[in-house]
């Protein structure tokens, strides 16, 4: 995982991510913890513990998280929320121009 600097990207420590992990803020619906980031993290995780490259296209990424999104229980299947707010608490990059579909309302920068 790379976090991004005014100097560019550098390479985190595990420390670091794991610190950015368990300080991640959990949502709740209906007095529930949503499932939405840890899936995302899951998946990501799942992907570079088999040696997959780490950014796809936005339209590879939405596929993937859609369908783990619905099979494992989320009411919405909306992969630009997690996304957003991984990146918003620096777990997540984003690459500069991202492109999705749809805009999540707390999204990052332009589209």
Same mark, same amino acid.
């Given at each position: @995982?790379?976090?991004?600097?005014?100097?560019?990207?550098?390479?985190?420590?595990?420390? =670091?991510?794991?610190? $950015?992990?368990? $300080?991640?803020?959990?949502?709740? #619906?209906?007095?529930?913890?949503?499932?939405?980031?840890?899936?995302?993290l899951?998946w990501?995780?799942?992907?570079?513990?088999?040696?997959?490259?780490?950014?796809?296209?936005?339209?590879?990424? !939405? !596929?993937a998280?859609?369908?783990?999104?619905?099979?494992?229980?989320? +009411? +919405? !299947?909306?992969? =630009?929320?997690? @996304?957003? #707010?991984l990146? $918003?608490?620096?777990?997540?990059?984003?690459?500069?121009?991202?492109?999705?579909? $749809?805009?999540?309302?707390?999204? /990052?920068? /332009?589209?």
């Amino acid at each position: @995982m790379e976090a991004v600097g005014s100097r560019g990207p550098k390479l985190l420590i595990p420390e =670091d991510v794991i610190q $950015r992990i368990t $300080r991640l803020k959990v949502s709740y #619906s209906s007095g529930h913890p949503t499932l939405y980031k840890p899936i995302t993290l899951l998946w990501a995780m799942g992907r570079a513990a088999r040696g997959e490259p780490r950014l796809l296209s936005w339209p590879q990424t !939405e !596929e993937a998280l859609k369908r783990l999104l619905r099979d494992h229980g989320a +009411r +919405r !299947e909306r992969p =630009d929320y997690p @996304m957003a #707010s991984l990146y $918003r608490e620096s777990v997540w990059e984003l690459p500069p121009n991202p492109s999705p579909r $749809r805009r999540a309302r707390h999204w /990052p920068g /332009p589209l």
